[in-house]
C-alpha cells in the first residue's frame, strides 16, 4: 500500500491539475510515479475523449442549448466529471477564468459550448496560436462587440480587454495603445447575422472584411507599422508584462492564492522567483504551454502548496461528484448539478463581468459557505452513493473494532488525506463519541455506516475542507 | 440624522456594467446630445420631462412618479477624476473610496464597524444576491449574503432535528477561534459563525412578512422583495445591498436599456409602496449608482466606458429635486470623449452617512468632500 505522504502528494496533484480522483486512482498513479503521472496529465492525447456521442444521445439539448445556459453548463460539468483528461479539461476552466466569456450577453450558448471546445483543443497548445483563435472566436467577438468594430468607427472593448485582461494586466499599456490596437482588429468580425425568428438561433462564423478594416499607420507599445490584429499579438507576446501576466495567472490558478487581479500592477507576486522559473519556461518554449506545466507540477514550488488554495466552487461540486462516483453517465439529475457552481458564486459560461471572478478566500462568504457545505454534507452522506459506499466499505474492512479516533482519522484520511487542526480534530472526536464505542460487527442495523456518513458530512463542513 | 423613531436603514441597489447617464436623464433641449448620438437618440417627445431642459428615460414611469412625489434626489454628474473606464478597477474604486491605490476595505463594511462595533448582529448588513459586494467586505465584519432567503440555513440535508442542532453545535466549535492558524483561516472561522447565527435570525423574516404589493417576476424585483421582508422583520438591519444588471451597453443598446430600466423602475416603486403600506418607510434613503457613464458619442449600435454617470437617492427623508449640474456637454468640454464628474462620489456618500445615517463619514471616505445636502426634513 502506498505510503501517507505519497499519497497526499499525488492527491494535491489530481485536486490541481484535475478535479481530484477516487483513493483507488490514486493509490494505482502512486504505483507508477508522480513524474509518471505529470505525463500522462500533460500528454493527454493518448487517453480517450470524452464520448460526446453518448451525451447528446440522451441530452440532445446540450449539444445546441440555444439562449439557455443551463445545458451549456450541465454539457461542460458532463466533461469534467467523466473526463479522462483530466488537466486538458482543468486547462480549459483556466482560460474560461482569465478569457471570461458570459451568455448573458451573448445569448448563443452554443458558441459559448463551441468556445470551450476550443480551449479543449488549443489550451495546452501554443499561447501565440490561442490568443489568435480568441480573436477569432464567435462568442468573444459578440461578448466584446468587436462585430461593432469598424474603420471608421472603432469600438474599443475587445481592443482594451485583450490588453488588460487577456495579455498584458493594468499599467502596462496606454490609452493610446487601446485605441491602435483596436483599430488593428477591425474588420474581424462575424458573418452576417440572419434575424433569430422566425428561424431560431442564427450560427456564428469568423469573418475578415478587408473593406471594413483601417489600413493606415498605428503605433503601439513603441512600434510603429501598418498593423493588423496578428501583428499586434505578435507585439504583445514580446512583452516581459505578458510574460509575468500569464506566468502569475498559472500560479494563481495552480499552486496558491495570489492578490486580486487588479492589484497585480501594485502587490508583488508572494513568490517572484516561482514566477520567474514559470516565465523562463514559458519564453524558453516560445509559448507553448505544456512546457511551463511541465515545469510547474514538479516544481518544488508546486509540490510545498499542499491545501494553499481556497476551492473554486467548480472544483467543490466536481470534486464531490468525482468523489462519490455520482453523475458518471448520462442522467437527468445534471442539468439542475450544473447550476450548483453558480449557487456558490461561480456561474459556469456566465462569469459577472469579463474581469472573471475573484478567486482565493472571495469565494466565500456566509451566503457561499452555506452553500458549498450543504452541498458536500448531501452527498458525502449519503449511503447510495457508489464512491460513498466504497468509502465505508474501506473503513469498515479495515477493523472490527476501532477506538473513536480511529474512526475520525480514516475518514480524514478518505476526504483527502485531509489533516485538520486540533480544534477541529476535537469537536470531529466529540462527535464520534456521542455514538458510544465504535463496533464495525453490529453492522447489521446499519448503525456504523451511518455513524461514518455523519462523520463524513461534518467533515464536509470544516473549515480545513475549503481547501484544495 | 434622521427625524425617525427608528435606527435609519440604507439600501444600495448598484446597477452593474455602467449605466449610460445621457439617455438616463436626457437633455433634450440640447443640441449637442443629438449630433453625438446619431442612433441612440431619445427624441423629447418621448423622455419623461422633469423641466424645459432634462427628461427621463421612457422606461423610467414608475420612479418619475416618485420623484414628482418630491421623494427622489437626481445627483448629477457623479464620479471622480482620471476615470479608468474599467469595470472591475471602477467598481474598486467606487466600492473601497480609494480612486488611486486598491482599497482593501469598502465604504459600507466601515459603516457597518461603526454601527455595531462588536459585531454583535451578524445581520447588521445584510446583501441580497449571489456574491458579496467589495463595498460590504472589512476584515472582522460580518455580513449575511443571502441568494434566496426562502431556504437559508446550514447543513439542512441533516433530517433528524435533534441530531442536526447537535451537528450545527460542533459547527459553532470548529469555527471558534484559532490560535495562529492564518488570516484566511480566520476569515473562514468568522464567517462561518456568521452564517449560523445569521441564518437562525433571518428564518424568522419571511414568517413575519404580510403584504398586499405584488412584485414582478424579475430577479431585482425579488431582490427587494427579500430586502422588504428583512427590513420589515425589524431584525436590526441597517445596510442593504443588492446589485442589478448588466448595463455594459456597448452594442444594441436602445432595447437592453428600456428593459433594464423598466426592471429596476417598477421593481424600486413597488419596493416603496410595500414599504409605505406597512409604514416601513420613514428610517430608509434607497441609493442608486453605476461604476460610470457612458461614452458621449455612440458607436453605431451602443456606448463604450464613459466617465460622470448620474446617481438617485430615494426616500421620504430625501430632498426631493436636481442636485449638482449636468456635465458640460461641448465637444470642446469632454475628456477622451467622456463628460466630466463635477461631484465627487465620496461627498455623496458622506451626506448619506452623515445626514442620514448619522456617522462621522471622514474616515469612511477617506477625507472631506463637497456634500449635496439632499437629506432633511422635508414635511
Known amino acids: 500500500m502506498a505510503n501517507k505522504e505519497d499519497l497526499a502528494l499525488m492527491a494535491h496533484l489530481m485536486r490541481r491539475a484535475g478535479f481530484g480522483a477516487t483513493r483507488t486512482e490514486l493509490e494505482e498513479r502512486v504505483e507508477r510515479g508522480y513524474e509518471e503521472t505529470v505525463e500522462e496529465l500533460i500528454n493527454y492525447e493518448a487517453f480517450p475523449p470524452v464520448d460526446k456521442s453518448l451525451l447528446y444521445r440522451y441530452h440532445p439539448i446540450m449539444e445546441l442549448p440555444g439562449g439557455a445556459s443551463t445545458p451549456g453548463q450541465a454539457n461542460w460539468?458532463?466533461?469534467?466529471?467523466?473526463?479522462?483528461?483530466?488537466?486538458?479539461?482543468?486547462?480549459?476552466?483556466f482560460w474560461h477564468h482569465v478569457f471570461a466569456t458570459g451568455n448573458s450577453k451573448v445569448d448563443n450558448c452554443n458558441h459559448l459550448v463551441e468556445q470551450i471546445e476550443m480551449f479543449r483543443d488549443h489550451g495546452m497548445g501554443n499561447y501565440r496560436d490561442l490568443l489568435l483563435h480568441l480573436a477569432r472566436n464567435p462568442a468573444m467577438i459578440f461578448w466584446l462587440d468587436n462585430n461593432e468594430n469598424h474603420k471608421h468607427a472603432p469600438n474599443e472593448n475587445w481592443g482594451r480587454e485583450l490588453l488588460e485582461l487577456f495579455s498584458l494586466g493594468v499599467g502596462n499599456y496606454t490609452e493610446k495603445d487601446v485605441f491602435e490596437c483596436s483599430r488593428a482588429f477591425t474588420g474581424w468580425t462575424i458573418g452576417a447575422k440572419v434575424p433569430r425568428f422566425p428561424y431560431g438561433r442564427f450560427n456564428w462564423t469568423f469573418e475578415y472584411r478587408p473593406e471594413d478594416h483601417d489600413f493606415t499607420e498605428k503605433t503601439f507599445?513603441?512600434?510603429?507599422?501598418?498593423?493588423?490584429?496578428?501583428?499586434?499579438?505578435?507585439?504583445?507576446?514580446?512583452?516581459?508584462?505578458?510574460?509575468k501576466f500569464i506566468s502569475r495567472h498559472l500560479y494563481n490558478f495552480f499552486v496558491a492564492d495570489e492578490p486580486q487581479v487588479p492589484a497585480w500592477n501594485i502587490e508583488e507576486p508572494r513568490d517572484p522567483e516561482a514566477i520567474r522559473v514559470l516565465m523562463d519556461s514559458f519564453v524558453g518554449s516560445n509559448f507553448e504551454m505544456k512546457p511551463v506545466l511541465h515545469t510547474l507540477f514538479n516544481s518544488d514550488f508546486f509540490k510545498e502548496a499542499i491545501y494553499q488554495k481556497v476551492k473554486s466552487p467548480v472544483e467543490v461540486v466536481v470534486g464531490t461528484l468525482r468523489l462519490t462516483k455520482d453523475l458518471s453517465g448520462?442522467?437527468?439529475?445534471?442539468?439542475?448539478?450544473?447550476?450548483q457552481p453558480g449557487y456558490m458564486g461561480q456561474d459556469i459560461l456566465?462569469?459577472?463581468?469579463?474581469?472573471?471572478?475573484?478567486?482565493?478566500?472571495?469565494?466565500?462568504?456566509?451566503?457561499?459557505?452555506?452553500?458549498?457545505?450543504?452541498?458536500?454534507?448531501?452527498?458525502?452522506?449519503?449511503?447510495?452513493?457508489?464512491?460513498?459506499?466504497?468509502?465505508?466499505?474501506?473503513?469498515?474492512?479495515?477493523?472490527t473494532v476501532m477506538t473513536t479516533g480511529a474512526l475520525v482519522d480514516r475518514c480524514l484520511d478518505e476526504m483527502g488525506p485531509l489533516t485538520v487542526s486540533d480544534l477541529t480534530r476535537k469537536e470531529l472526536v466529540a462527535q464520534a463519541e456521542s455514538g458510544g464505542p465504535v463496533s464495525v460487527s453490529e453492522d447489521n442495523n446499519g448503525v456504523f455506516t451511518q455513524r461514518v456518513a455523519e462523520m463524513l458530512s461534518l467533515i464536509a463542513a470544516t473549515r480545513e475542507y475549503q481547501f484544495g | 440624522m434622521t427625524t425617525a423613531q427608528k435606527p435609519p436603514v440604507i439600501v444600495v441597489l448598484q446597477l452593474t456594467g455602467g449605466n449610460d447617464y445621457f439617455?438616463?436623464?436626457?437633455?433634450?433641449?440640447?443640441?449637442?446630445?443629438?449630433?453625438?448620438?446619431?442612433?441612440?437618440?431619445?427624441?423629447?417627445?418621448?423622455?419623461?420631462?422633469?423641466?424645459?431642459?432634462?427628461?427621463?428615460?421612457?422606461?423610467?414611469?414608475?420612479?418619475?412618479?416618485?420623484?414628482?412625489?418630491?421623494?427622489?434626489?437626481?445627483?448629477?454628474?457623479?464620479?471622480?477624476?482620471?476615470?479608468?473606464?474599467?469595470?472591475?478597477?471602477?467598481?474598486?474604486?467606487?466600492?473601497?473610496?480609494?480612486?488611486?491605490?486598491?482599497?482593501?476595505?469598502?465604504?459600507?463594511?466601515?459603516?457597518?464597524?461603526?454601527?455595531?462595533?462588536?459585531?454583535?448582529n451578524p445581520v447588521t448588513g445584510v446583501n441580497v444576491g449571489q456574491a458579496l459586494p467589495r463595498a460590504m467586505v472589512v476584515p472582522g465584519v460580518s455580513v449575511a449574503s443571502v441568494a434566496d432567503l426562502s431556504t437559508y440555513g446550514l447543513l439542512t440535508g441533516i433530517e433528524q432535528a435533534d441530531q442536526r442542532t447537535k451537528m450545527l453545535e460542533r459547527f459553532a466549535n470548529m469555527y471558534g477561534p484559532a490560535v495562529g492558524t492564518g488570516q484566511v483561516m480566520d476569515y473562514l472561522g468568522q464567517t462561518g459563525i456568521d452564517a449560523l447565527y445569521g441564518a437562525d435570525i433571518l428564518k424568522m423574516a419571511p414568517e413575519r412578512y404580510s403584504s398586499n404589493v405584488e412584485y414582478g417576476s424579475t430577479r431585482i424585483a425579488k431582490a427587494l422583495r427579500d430586502i422588504s421582508m428583512i427590513h420589515q422583520a425589524d431584525l436590526g438591519t441597517r445596510v442593504f445591498y443588492t446589485q442589478y444588471g448588466s448595463f455594459d451597453t456597448?452594442?444594441?443598446?436602445?432595447?437592453?436599456?428600456?428593459?433594464?430600466?423598466?426592471?429596476?423602475?417598477?421593481?424600486?416603486?413597488?419596493?416603496?409602496?410595500?414599504?409605505?403600506?406597512?409604514?416601513?418607510?420613514?428610517?430608509?434613503?434607497?441609493?442608486?449608482?453605476?461604476?460610470?457613464?457612458?461614452?458621449?458619442?455612440?458607436?453605431?449600435?451602443?456606448?463604450?466606458?464613459?466617465?460622470?454617470?448620474?446617481?438617485?437617492?430615494?426616500?421620504?427623508?430625501?430632498?426631493?429635486?436636481?442636485?449638482?449640474?449636468?456635465?458640460?456637454?461641448?465637444?470642446?468640454?469632454?475628456?477622451?470623449?467622456?463628460?466630466?464628474?463635477n461631484l465627487d462620489y465620496r461627498g455623496v456618500y458622506s451626506t448619506i452617512l452623515e445626514d442620514h445615517m448619522g456617522l462621522d463619514p471622514v474616515p469612511i471616505v477617506n477625507g472631506q468632500f463637497e456634500q449635496p445636502k439632499f437629506i432633511g426634513d422635508t414635511n
Not at chain 1, 232 to 238: E, F, G
Open chain 1, 350 to 399: 456566465d462569469p459577472p463581468s469579463v474581469e472573471g471572478w475573484y478567486t482565493g478566500k472571495e469565494w466565500i462568504n456566509s451566503g457561499s459557505l452555506v452553500k458549498r457545505v450543504n452541498f458536500v454534507a448531501d452527498r458525502i452522506g449519503n449511503l447510495e452513493l457508489p464512491g460513498v459506499q466504497d468509502i465505508v466499505n474501506r473503513i469498515s474492512s479495515t477493523d
Open chain 1, 330 to 339: 448520462p442522467d437527468p439529475r445534471i442539468e439542475l448539478t450544473g447550476k
Open chain 1, 77 to 93: 460539468l458532463f466533461h469534467m466529471i467523466n473526463t479522462k483528461r483530466p488537466l486538458n479539461e482543468k486547462m480549459c476552466l
Open chain 1, 221 to 243: 507599445l513603441g512600434r510603429t507599422g501598418n498593423f493588423n490584429g496578428e501583428d499586434i499579438i505578435n507585439i504583445i507576446l514580446d512583452t516581459e508584462a505578458c510574460h
Open chain 2, 23 to 120: 439617455n438616463t436623464v436626457v437633455p433634450f433641449d440640447d443640441p449637442n446630445y443629438y449630433d453625438s448620438r446619431p442612433t441612440l437618440q431619445i427624441s423629447q417627445d418621448k423622455t419623461l420631462k422633469i423641466d424645459d431642459k432634462l427628461g427621463f428615460h421612457p422606461a423610467m414611469g414608475p420612479m418619475k412618479e416618485i420623484y414628482d412625489s418630491g421623494d427622489m434626489a437626481v445627483i448629477h454628474g457623479i464620479g471622480y477624476a482620471n476615470s479608468p473606464r474599467s469595470h472591475f478597477r471602477s467598481m474598486d474604486i467606487w466600492h473601497t473610496c480609494e480612486p488611486d491605490t486598491v482599497g482593501t476595505e469598502g465604504w459600507l463594511g466601515r459603516s457597518l464597524r461603526d454601527i455595531d462595533p462588536q459585531g454583535e
Open chain 2, 250 to 341: 456597448h452594442a444594441a443598446q436602445a432595447a437592453t436599456h428600456a428593459s433594464l430600466w423598466n426592471d429596476v423602475s417598477t421593481a424600486v416603486s413597488d419596493f416603496w409602496d410595500d414599504l409605505k403600506e406597512n409604514n416601513a418607510d420613514q428610517n430608509v434613503v434607497m441609493f442608486l449608482f453605476s461604476e460610470f457613464g457612458r461614452r458621449v458619442r455612440d458607436n453605431g449600435s451602443g456606448t463604450d466606458h464613459g466617465a460622470a454617470g448620474v446617481a438617485f437617492a430615494i426616500g421620504q427623508n430625501v430632498k426631493g429635486g436636481m442636485y449638482s449640474e449636468y456635465p458640460d456637454t461641448r465637444p470642446e468640454a469632454l475628456e477622451q470623449g467622456d463628460l466630466v464628474p
